[in-house]
Protein backbone atom coordinates (compact mmCIF):
# COMPACT_ATOMS: atom_id res chain seq x y z
CA UNK A 1 0.00 0.00 0.00
CA UNK A 2 1.43 2.95 -1.01
CA UNK A 3 1.34 6.22 1.25
CA UNK A 4 -1.02 8.14 0.31
CA UNK A 5 -3.36 5.27 -0.41
CA UNK A 6 -2.74 4.51 3.10
CA UNK A 7 -3.61 8.07 4.77
CA UNK A 8 -6.81 7.81 2.30
CA UNK A 9 -7.80 4.40 3.31
CA UNK A 10 -7.32 5.78 7.27
CA UNK A 11 -9.25 8.69 7.02
CA UNK A 12 -11.76 6.96 5.10
CA UNK A 13 -12.10 3.93 7.26
CA UNK A 14 -12.34 6.43 10.43
CA UNK A 15 -14.58 8.97 9.35
CA UNK A 16 -17.07 5.91 8.34
CA UNK A 17 -16.57 4.83 11.94
CA UNK A 18 -17.18 8.25 13.48
CA UNK A 19 -20.06 8.46 11.51
CA UNK A 20 -21.67 5.16 12.39
CA UNK A 21 -20.84 5.79 16.23
CA UNK A 22 -23.13 8.92 15.70
CA UNK A 23 -25.90 6.69 13.99
CA UNK A 24 -25.64 4.46 16.91
CA UNK A 25 -25.87 6.54 19.97
CA UNK A 26 -28.99 8.02 17.80
CA UNK A 27 -30.36 4.20 17.76
CA UNK A 28 -29.58 3.40 21.21
CA UNK A 29 -31.35 6.62 22.62
CA UNK A 30 -34.22 5.52 20.62
CA UNK A 31 -34.35 1.78 21.04
CA UNK A 32 -32.79 1.29 24.39
CA UNK A 33 -34.17 -2.41 24.84
CA UNK A 34 -33.72 -5.40 22.84
CA UNK A 35 -35.57 -5.64 20.10
CA UNK A 36 -36.83 -8.57 17.57
CA UNK A 37 -33.94 -11.27 18.10
CA UNK A 38 -31.78 -10.05 20.25
CA UNK A 39 -35.00 -11.10 22.88
CA UNK A 40 -32.80 -13.85 22.97
CA UNK A 41 -29.32 -12.87 22.15
CA UNK A 42 -28.75 -10.28 24.85
CA UNK A 43 -30.55 -12.03 27.79
CA UNK A 44 -28.13 -15.23 26.72
CA UNK A 45 -24.97 -13.04 26.29
CA UNK A 46 -25.70 -11.44 29.95
CA UNK A 47 -25.89 -15.42 31.53
CA UNK A 48 -22.60 -15.44 30.10
CA UNK A 49 -21.24 -12.16 31.39
CA UNK A 50 -22.92 -13.42 34.68
CA UNK A 51 -20.63 -16.98 34.45
CA UNK A 52 -23.64 -18.54 34.04
CA UNK A 53 -22.42 -21.00 30.77
CA UNK A 54 -24.48 -24.14 30.66
CA UNK A 55 -27.84 -21.63 31.12
CA UNK A 56 -29.10 -21.75 27.34
CA UNK A 57 -32.44 -20.27 25.62
CA UNK A 58 -34.38 -23.13 24.03
CA UNK A 59 -35.39 -20.59 21.20
CA UNK A 60 -31.99 -19.24 19.88
CA UNK A 61 -30.68 -21.52 16.79
CA UNK A 62 -26.66 -20.17 16.52
CA UNK A 63 -24.05 -21.75 18.48
CA UNK A 64 -22.80 -19.65 21.36
CA UNK A 65 -19.91 -17.69 19.35
CA UNK A 66 -21.30 -13.90 19.27
CA UNK A 67 -21.57 -14.35 23.45
CA UNK A 68 -18.44 -15.83 23.82
CA UNK A 69 -16.89 -13.41 21.80
CA UNK A 70 -18.73 -10.43 23.66
CA UNK A 71 -17.74 -11.57 26.98
CA UNK A 72 -14.10 -11.89 25.70
CA UNK A 73 -14.41 -7.81 24.95
CA UNK A 74 -16.46 -6.72 27.13
CA UNK A 75 -14.79 -8.68 30.77
CA UNK A 76 -11.67 -6.99 30.01
CA UNK A 77 -12.79 -3.71 28.97
CA UNK A 78 -14.75 -3.29 32.13
CA UNK A 79 -11.59 -4.31 33.92
CA UNK A 80 -9.33 -1.93 32.27
CA UNK A 81 -12.42 0.86 32.45
CA UNK A 82 -13.88 0.56 35.90
CA UNK A 83 -17.05 -0.63 34.67
CA UNK A 84 -19.45 -1.77 37.09
CA UNK A 85 -22.95 -2.69 37.52
CA UNK A 86 -25.54 -3.41 34.28
CA UNK A 87 -23.48 -1.19 32.09
CA UNK A 88 -20.67 -3.64 31.59
CA UNK A 89 -23.07 -6.11 29.36
CA UNK A 90 -26.24 -3.97 28.45
CA UNK A 91 -27.67 -4.17 25.35
CA UNK A 92 -25.85 -0.97 24.01
CA UNK A 93 -22.54 -1.97 25.52
CA UNK A 94 -23.35 -5.39 23.85
CA UNK A 95 -24.23 -3.83 20.20
CA UNK A 96 -20.63 -1.93 20.81
CA UNK A 97 -19.17 -5.34 19.72
CA UNK A 98 -21.03 -5.80 16.25
CA UNK A 99 -19.32 -1.86 15.40
CA UNK A 100 -16.16 -3.45 16.27
CA UNK A 101 -16.64 -5.79 13.95
CA UNK A 102 -17.70 -3.47 11.25
CA UNK A 103 -14.95 -1.77 11.36
CA UNK A 104 -12.72 -5.10 11.24
CA UNK A 105 -15.03 -5.45 7.81
CA UNK A 106 -14.31 -2.84 6.58
CA UNK A 107 -10.52 -3.49 7.19
CA UNK A 108 -10.84 -6.94 5.51
CA UNK A 109 -13.04 -5.44 2.61
CA UNK A 110 -9.72 -3.84 1.55
CA UNK A 111 -7.18 -6.23 2.11
CA UNK A 112 -9.34 -8.82 0.01
CA UNK A 113 -10.14 -5.96 -2.50
CA UNK A 114 -5.91 -5.53 -2.56
CA UNK A 115 -5.49 -10.19 -2.61
CA UNK A 116 -8.16 -10.56 -5.33
CA UNK A 117 -7.01 -7.53 -8.35
CA UNK A 118 -3.93 -7.37 -7.04
CA UNK A 119 -2.65 -8.39 -11.09
CA UNK A 120 -4.98 -5.42 -12.61
CA UNK A 121 -2.30 -2.65 -12.58
CA UNK A 122 -4.99 -0.30 -13.61
CA UNK A 123 -7.10 -0.33 -10.77
CA UNK A 124 -6.08 3.20 -8.92
CA UNK A 125 -6.09 3.03 -5.20
CA UNK A 126 -9.22 5.56 -5.01
CA UNK A 127 -11.06 2.88 -6.78
CA UNK A 128 -9.45 0.37 -3.96
CA UNK A 129 -10.84 2.55 -1.33
CA UNK A 130 -14.34 3.48 -3.09
CA UNK A 131 -15.21 -0.20 -3.30
CA UNK A 132 -14.59 -0.94 0.10
CA UNK A 133 -16.32 1.81 1.63
CA UNK A 134 -19.17 0.73 -0.74
CA UNK A 135 -19.07 -3.13 0.44
CA UNK A 136 -18.83 -1.48 3.75
CA UNK A 137 -21.86 0.39 3.53
CA UNK A 138 -23.95 -3.00 1.81
CA UNK A 139 -27.27 -1.98 3.33
CA UNK A 140 -28.53 -5.57 4.81
CA UNK A 141 -25.10 -5.76 6.59
CA UNK A 142 -24.66 -2.44 7.93
CA UNK A 143 -28.37 -2.14 9.66
CA UNK A 144 -27.40 -5.26 12.02
CA UNK A 145 -24.19 -3.34 12.86
CA UNK A 146 -26.53 -1.19 15.23
CA UNK A 147 -28.19 -4.14 16.53
CA UNK A 148 -26.86 -7.54 18.40
CA UNK A 149 -27.18 -10.16 16.08
CA UNK A 150 -24.68 -12.71 15.08
CA UNK A 151 -23.97 -10.96 11.12
CA UNK A 152 -21.51 -8.45 11.40
CA UNK A 153 -19.33 -11.64 13.68
CA UNK A 154 -20.21 -13.92 11.29
CA UNK A 155 -18.75 -11.49 8.20
CA UNK A 156 -15.97 -11.23 9.84
CA UNK A 157 -14.64 -14.23 10.67
CA UNK A 158 -15.56 -15.50 6.78
CA UNK A 159 -13.91 -13.05 5.15
CA UNK A 160 -11.15 -13.22 7.58
CA UNK A 161 -11.19 -17.52 6.43
CA UNK A 162 -11.13 -16.23 3.21
CA UNK A 163 -8.56 -14.02 3.45
CA UNK A 164 -5.79 -16.36 5.24
CA UNK A 165 -6.63 -18.78 2.22
CA UNK A 166 -5.52 -16.52 -0.55
CA UNK A 167 -2.67 -16.19 1.37
CA UNK A 168 -1.74 -19.82 1.64
CA UNK A 169 -1.93 -20.15 5.80
CA UNK A 170 -4.88 -22.67 5.45
CA UNK A 171 -4.40 -23.60 9.00
CA UNK A 172 -5.39 -20.23 10.44
CA UNK A 173 -8.24 -20.22 7.81
CA UNK A 174 -9.33 -23.40 9.31
CA UNK A 175 -9.52 -22.26 12.98
CA UNK A 176 -11.08 -18.78 11.53
CA UNK A 177 -13.67 -20.71 9.77
CA UNK A 178 -14.27 -22.53 13.05
CA UNK A 179 -15.40 -19.33 14.68
CA UNK A 180 -17.14 -18.35 11.61
CA UNK A 181 -19.37 -21.54 12.06
CA UNK A 182 -19.82 -20.81 15.98
CA UNK A 183 -21.79 -17.56 15.13
CA UNK A 184 -23.57 -19.29 11.97
CA UNK A 185 -23.49 -23.05 11.85
CA UNK A 186 -24.16 -22.51 7.90
CA UNK A 187 -20.61 -20.86 7.90
CA UNK A 188 -19.11 -24.61 7.34
CA UNK A 189 -20.50 -24.05 3.65
CA UNK A 190 -17.45 -21.06 3.08
CA UNK A 191 -15.15 -22.90 4.56
CA UNK A 192 -15.81 -25.92 1.95
CA UNK A 193 -15.74 -22.66 -0.85
CA UNK A 194 -11.69 -21.91 1.16
CA UNK A 195 -10.83 -25.30 0.29
CA UNK A 196 -12.52 -24.95 -3.10
CA UNK A 197 -10.06 -22.42 -3.65
CA UNK A 198 -7.42 -24.39 -3.12
CA UNK A 199 -8.89 -27.31 -5.44
CA UNK A 200 -10.04 -24.86 -8.43
CA UNK A 201 -5.95 -23.57 -8.91
CA UNK A 202 -4.84 -27.46 -8.25
CA UNK A 203 -7.42 -27.69 -11.28
CA UNK A 204 -6.63 -24.75 -13.41
CA UNK A 205 -2.98 -25.49 -13.40
CA UNK A 206 -4.26 -28.83 -14.37
CA UNK A 207 -6.62 -27.88 -17.20
CA UNK A 208 -4.20 -25.75 -18.50
CA UNK A 209 -1.05 -28.28 -18.60
CA UNK A 210 -3.79 -30.16 -20.74
CA UNK A 211 -4.32 -27.48 -23.28
CA UNK A 212 -0.75 -27.12 -24.20
CA UNK A 213 -0.76 -30.26 -24.61
CA UNK A 214 -3.04 -30.75 -27.18
CA UNK A 215 -2.40 -27.31 -28.19
CA UNK A 216 -6.17 -26.49 -28.24
CA UNK A 217 -6.86 -23.04 -27.21
CA UNK A 218 -9.82 -22.84 -28.28
CA UNK A 219 -11.35 -25.18 -25.76
CA UNK A 220 -10.34 -22.19 -22.78
CA UNK A 221 -11.76 -19.34 -24.70
CA UNK A 222 -15.81 -20.89 -25.02
CA UNK A 223 -16.62 -21.68 -21.63
CA UNK A 224 -20.00 -21.45 -22.13
CA UNK A 225 -19.86 -24.10 -25.14
CA UNK A 226 -21.20 -27.72 -24.64
CA UNK A 227 -19.06 -29.60 -25.81
CA UNK A 228 -15.94 -27.86 -23.70
CA UNK A 229 -18.32 -28.20 -21.11
CA UNK A 230 -18.16 -32.03 -21.11
CA UNK A 231 -14.58 -31.92 -21.92
CA UNK A 232 -14.14 -30.25 -18.46
CA UNK A 233 -16.14 -32.90 -16.94
CA UNK A 234 -14.38 -35.93 -18.52
CA UNK A 235 -10.68 -34.07 -17.01
CA UNK A 236 -12.28 -33.34 -13.65
CA UNK A 237 -13.42 -36.96 -13.51
CA UNK A 238 -9.97 -38.28 -14.92
CA UNK A 239 -8.34 -35.70 -12.76
CA UNK A 240 -9.81 -36.84 -9.37
CA UNK A 241 -9.84 -40.29 -10.03
CA UNK A 242 -5.86 -40.24 -9.75
CA UNK A 243 -4.84 -41.32 -6.37
CA UNK A 244 -1.65 -39.48 -6.36
CA UNK A 245 -3.86 -36.09 -7.06
CA UNK A 246 -5.74 -36.86 -4.34
CA UNK A 247 -3.52 -37.21 -1.95
CA UNK A 248 -1.91 -33.78 -3.13
CA UNK A 249 -5.34 -32.26 -2.78
CA UNK A 250 -5.65 -33.89 0.86
CA UNK A 251 -2.67 -32.97 1.69
CA UNK A 252 -3.15 -29.34 1.38
CA UNK A 253 -6.56 -29.22 2.47
CA UNK A 254 -6.54 -31.41 5.31
CA UNK A 255 -7.24 -28.22 7.62
CA UNK A 256 -10.68 -27.91 6.01
CA UNK A 257 -11.27 -31.88 5.92
CA UNK A 258 -10.61 -31.65 9.68
CA UNK A 259 -13.06 -28.96 10.21
CA UNK A 260 -15.91 -30.26 8.06
CA UNK A 261 -15.39 -33.35 9.65
CA UNK A 262 -16.00 -31.89 12.91
CA UNK A 263 -19.20 -30.17 11.90
CA UNK A 264 -20.56 -33.73 10.75
CA UNK A 265 -19.60 -35.12 14.04
CA UNK A 266 -21.44 -32.12 15.38
CA UNK A 267 -24.49 -33.23 13.13
CA UNK A 268 -24.60 -36.38 13.83
CA UNK A 269 -24.72 -35.33 18.13
CA UNK A 270 -26.66 -32.91 17.81
CA UNK A 271 -29.27 -34.86 15.54
CA UNK A 272 -29.11 -31.74 12.98
CA UNK A 273 -27.21 -28.76 12.19
CA UNK A 274 -29.83 -26.72 14.13
CA UNK A 275 -29.48 -26.28 18.06
CA UNK A 276 -32.04 -25.04 19.82
CA UNK A 277 -35.78 -24.38 18.14
CA UNK A 278 -35.98 -26.53 15.12
CA UNK A 279 -39.99 -26.33 14.47
CA UNK A 280 -39.34 -23.15 12.41
CA UNK A 281 -35.90 -23.84 11.16
CA UNK A 282 -36.68 -27.37 9.37
CA UNK A 283 -34.29 -27.63 6.18
CA UNK A 284 -36.03 -28.55 2.32
CA UNK A 285 -35.06 -28.61 -1.19
CA UNK A 286 -36.02 -24.46 -1.84
CA UNK A 287 -34.83 -24.08 -4.87
CA UNK A 288 -36.64 -20.67 -5.49
CA UNK A 289 -34.27 -19.40 -3.16
CA UNK A 290 -31.57 -19.39 -5.67
CA UNK A 291 -33.71 -16.92 -7.88
CA UNK A 292 -34.56 -14.78 -5.26
CA UNK A 293 -30.70 -14.65 -4.28
CA UNK A 294 -29.82 -13.86 -8.16
CA UNK A 295 -32.67 -10.92 -8.01
CA UNK A 296 -31.71 -9.47 -4.31
CA UNK A 297 -27.69 -9.25 -6.28
CA UNK A 298 -29.22 -7.53 -9.62
CA UNK A 299 -30.57 -5.50 -7.18
CA UNK A 300 -27.91 -4.29 -5.16
CA UNK A 301 -25.68 -4.72 -7.89
CA UNK A 302 -27.88 -2.90 -10.88
CA UNK A 303 -25.15 -0.55 -12.22
CA UNK A 304 -23.20 -3.73 -12.71
CA UNK A 305 -25.89 -5.88 -13.84
CA UNK A 306 -28.84 -4.08 -15.23
CA UNK A 307 -27.31 -2.56 -18.13
CA UNK A 308 -28.19 -1.64 -21.51
CA UNK A 309 -25.27 -3.51 -22.61
CA UNK A 310 -26.02 -6.45 -20.28
CA UNK A 311 -29.72 -6.62 -21.76
CA UNK A 312 -28.41 -6.67 -25.26
CA UNK A 313 -25.86 -9.07 -24.74
CA UNK A 314 -28.44 -11.32 -23.25
CA UNK A 315 -31.22 -11.10 -25.62
CA UNK A 316 -28.37 -11.73 -28.49
CA UNK A 317 -27.19 -15.11 -26.36
CA UNK A 318 -31.47 -15.67 -26.44
CA UNK A 319 -31.30 -15.65 -30.08
CA UNK A 320 -28.16 -17.55 -30.61
CA UNK A 321 -29.13 -20.54 -27.82
CA UNK A 322 -32.80 -20.99 -28.45
CA UNK A 323 -33.06 -24.61 -27.54
CA UNK A 324 -31.05 -24.46 -24.37
CA UNK A 325 -32.96 -21.35 -23.00
CA UNK A 326 -36.13 -23.01 -23.45
CA UNK A 327 -35.07 -26.06 -21.41
CA UNK A 328 -33.37 -23.96 -18.52
CA UNK A 329 -36.91 -22.16 -18.58
CA UNK A 330 -38.67 -25.53 -18.57
CA UNK A 331 -36.81 -26.37 -15.57
CA UNK A 332 -37.18 -23.27 -13.79
CA UNK A 333 -40.75 -23.19 -14.40
CA UNK A 334 -40.70 -26.99 -12.65
CA UNK A 335 -38.50 -25.68 -9.83
CA UNK A 336 -40.75 -23.24 -9.29
CA UNK A 337 -44.09 -25.06 -9.38
CA UNK A 338 -43.12 -27.70 -7.58
CA UNK A 339 -40.46 -26.18 -4.39
CA UNK A 340 -41.84 -23.03 -3.72
CA UNK A 341 -42.22 -22.64 0.07
CA UNK A 342 -43.46 -19.90 2.35
CA UNK A 343 -42.59 -19.82 6.03
CA UNK A 344 -45.22 -19.22 8.94
CA UNK A 345 -42.31 -16.05 9.60
CA UNK A 346 -42.57 -14.62 5.87
CA UNK A 347 -46.65 -14.52 6.18
CA UNK A 348 -47.35 -13.13 10.22
CA UNK A 349 -44.48 -10.43 10.57
CA UNK A 350 -45.01 -7.11 9.33
CA UNK A 351 -41.55 -5.54 10.69
CA UNK A 352 -39.53 -7.58 7.77
CA UNK A 353 -39.45 -6.17 4.33
CA UNK A 354 -39.42 -9.41 2.94
CA UNK A 355 -43.20 -9.56 3.98
CA UNK A 356 -44.06 -6.47 1.62
CA UNK A 357 -42.46 -8.35 -0.90
CA UNK A 358 -43.43 -11.20 -1.13
CA UNK A 359 -47.51 -9.24 -0.38
CA UNK A 360 -46.63 -6.52 -2.96
CA UNK A 361 -45.30 -8.98 -5.88
CA UNK A 362 -45.63 -12.82 -5.03
CA UNK A 363 -48.98 -12.75 -3.55
CA UNK A 364 -50.26 -10.03 -6.49
CA UNK A 365 -51.62 -12.86 -8.39
CA UNK A 366 -50.94 -16.86 -8.81
CA UNK A 367 -49.23 -16.77 -11.75
CA UNK A 368 -46.92 -13.88 -10.66
CA UNK A 369 -43.88 -16.48 -9.13
CA UNK A 370 -43.79 -18.02 -12.95
CA UNK A 371 -44.23 -14.74 -14.60
CA UNK A 372 -41.05 -13.80 -13.27
CA UNK A 373 -38.65 -16.81 -14.61
CA UNK A 374 -37.37 -14.09 -17.38
CA UNK A 375 -36.56 -12.15 -14.58
CA UNK A 376 -34.71 -14.63 -12.88
CA UNK A 377 -33.18 -16.05 -16.08
CA UNK A 378 -31.49 -12.76 -16.97
CA UNK A 379 -30.18 -12.05 -13.35
CA UNK A 380 -28.74 -15.58 -13.27
CA UNK A 381 -27.09 -15.17 -17.32
CA UNK A 382 -26.11 -11.18 -15.95
CA UNK A 383 -24.33 -13.09 -12.59
CA UNK A 384 -22.47 -15.62 -14.64
CA UNK A 385 -21.36 -13.27 -17.29
CA UNK A 386 -19.55 -11.20 -14.60
CA UNK A 387 -17.72 -13.81 -13.61
CA UNK A 388 -16.34 -15.00 -16.70
CA UNK A 389 -13.16 -13.59 -15.82
CA UNK A 390 -12.53 -16.46 -12.83
CA UNK A 391 -11.69 -19.98 -13.79
CA UNK A 392 -14.16 -22.26 -14.92
CA UNK A 393 -13.52 -24.25 -11.66
CA UNK A 394 -13.91 -21.51 -9.37
CA UNK A 395 -17.20 -20.86 -10.64
CA UNK A 396 -18.43 -24.36 -10.53
CA UNK A 397 -16.99 -24.31 -6.99
CA UNK A 398 -18.83 -20.91 -6.26
CA UNK A 399 -22.02 -21.87 -7.37
CA UNK A 400 -22.16 -24.86 -5.45
CA UNK A 401 -21.54 -23.30 -2.33
CA UNK A 402 -24.25 -20.79 -3.29
CA UNK A 403 -26.93 -23.73 -3.74
CA UNK A 404 -25.43 -25.20 0.01
CA UNK A 405 -26.02 -22.06 1.17
CA UNK A 406 -29.60 -20.69 -0.07
CA UNK A 407 -31.26 -23.63 -1.05
CA UNK A 408 -31.69 -25.55 1.96
CA UNK A 409 -33.54 -22.80 3.99
CA UNK A 410 -37.31 -22.74 3.70
CA UNK A 411 -37.52 -18.74 4.63
CA UNK A 412 -36.61 -16.01 2.94
CA UNK A 413 -34.58 -13.67 4.76
CA UNK A 414 -32.16 -11.24 3.07
CA UNK A 415 -29.29 -11.30 6.15
CA UNK A 416 -29.09 -15.29 4.46
CA UNK A 417 -27.83 -13.57 1.37
CA UNK A 418 -25.12 -11.37 2.81
CA UNK A 419 -21.88 -13.73 2.60
CA UNK A 420 -22.75 -15.13 -0.63
CA UNK A 421 -23.18 -11.20 -2.00
CA UNK A 422 -20.14 -10.23 -0.48
CA UNK A 423 -17.85 -12.83 -2.06
CA UNK A 424 -19.44 -12.62 -5.46
CA UNK A 425 -19.14 -8.51 -5.52
CA UNK A 426 -15.36 -8.89 -4.43
CA UNK A 427 -14.49 -11.40 -7.07
CA UNK A 428 -16.28 -9.49 -10.45
CA UNK A 429 -13.89 -7.23 -12.08
CA UNK A 430 -13.41 -3.49 -10.77
CA UNK A 431 -16.50 -1.40 -12.84
CA UNK A 432 -15.81 2.41 -14.00
CA UNK A 433 -15.76 4.75 -11.57
CA UNK A 434 -18.89 6.51 -12.44
CA UNK A 435 -20.84 2.72 -11.28
CA UNK A 436 -18.76 2.24 -8.16
CA UNK A 437 -20.05 6.21 -7.52
CA UNK A 438 -23.26 5.56 -8.64
CA UNK A 439 -23.40 1.69 -6.67
CA UNK A 440 -22.00 3.92 -3.31
CA UNK A 441 -24.60 6.65 -3.64
CA UNK A 442 -27.49 4.58 -3.89
CA UNK A 443 -26.04 2.34 -0.94
CA UNK A 444 -26.41 5.61 1.24
CA UNK A 445 -29.93 6.82 -0.41
CA UNK A 446 -31.21 2.95 0.64
CA UNK A 447 -29.47 2.86 4.05
CA UNK A 448 -31.04 6.48 4.48
CA UNK A 449 -34.09 5.67 3.81
CA UNK A 450 -33.74 2.27 6.20
CA UNK A 451 -32.67 4.25 9.63
CA UNK A 452 -35.41 6.84 8.79
CA UNK A 453 -38.19 4.33 8.46
CA UNK A 454 -36.67 2.34 11.41
CA UNK A 455 -36.27 5.40 13.72
CA UNK A 456 -39.10 7.72 12.80
CA UNK A 457 -41.87 5.51 11.13
CA UNK A 458 -42.91 3.28 14.39
CA UNK A 459 -46.14 1.45 14.87
CA UNK A 460 -48.17 -0.97 17.51
CA UNK A 461 -49.49 -4.10 16.57
CA UNK A 462 -53.64 -3.88 18.24
CA UNK A 463 -52.63 -6.98 20.66
CA UNK A 464 -49.07 -5.52 22.20
CA UNK A 465 -47.94 -2.18 23.62
CA UNK A 466 -44.33 -2.48 22.19
CA UNK A 467 -43.24 -0.22 19.55
CA UNK A 468 -42.64 -1.88 16.56
CA UNK A 469 -39.99 -0.75 13.53
CA UNK A 470 -39.53 -1.53 10.02
CA UNK A 471 -35.91 -3.29 9.20
CA UNK A 472 -34.37 -5.75 6.96
Given at each position: MERGEAYGFSAVMSSTFLLSCLLFAAINRRQRGPYMDEAFHVPQAQAYCHGRFLQWDPMITTLPGLYLASVGVVKPAAWLFGWTGSVVCSAAMLRFINLLFSAGNFYLL??????????????????????????????????????????????????????????????????????????????????????????????????????????????????????????????????????????????????????????????????????????????????????YFLSFTVFFSFPHLLTPTKIRKFLLSLRKHPVQYSLITVISLFLVWKFTYVHKYLLADNRHYTFYVWRKIFQRHELVKYLLVPVYMFAGWSFADTLKSKSIFWILMYFVCLLAVTVPQKLLEFRYFILPFLI???????????????ELAFYIVVNAVTFYLFLNKTFQWPNSDEIQRFMW
Amino acid sequence: MERGEAYGFSAVMSSTFLLSCLLFAAINRRQRGPYMDEAFHVPQAQAYCHGRFLQWDPMITTLPGLYLASVGVVKPAAWLFGWTGSVVCSAAMLRFINLLFSAGNFYLLYLLLLKIHQKNKAVSGFQRILSTLTLAMFPTLYFFTFLYYTDPGSVFFTLFAYLMCLYGNHKTSALLGFCGFMFRQTNIVWTVFCAGNVVAEKLNEAWKTELQKKKDEKISSRKGSFSDLMRILRFLIKYLISLKNLVTLTALTWPYIVLVTVFFVFVFINDGIVVGDRSSHEACLHFPQLFYFLSFTVFFSFPHLLTPTKIRKFLLSLRKHPVQYSLITVISLFLVWKFTYVHKYLLADNRHYTFYVWRKIFQRHELVKYLLVPVYMFAGWSFADTLKSKSIFWILMYFVCLLAVTVPQKLLEFRYFILPFLIYRLNIPFPSLYRQLLELAFYIVVNAVTFYLFLNKTFQWPNSDEIQRFMW
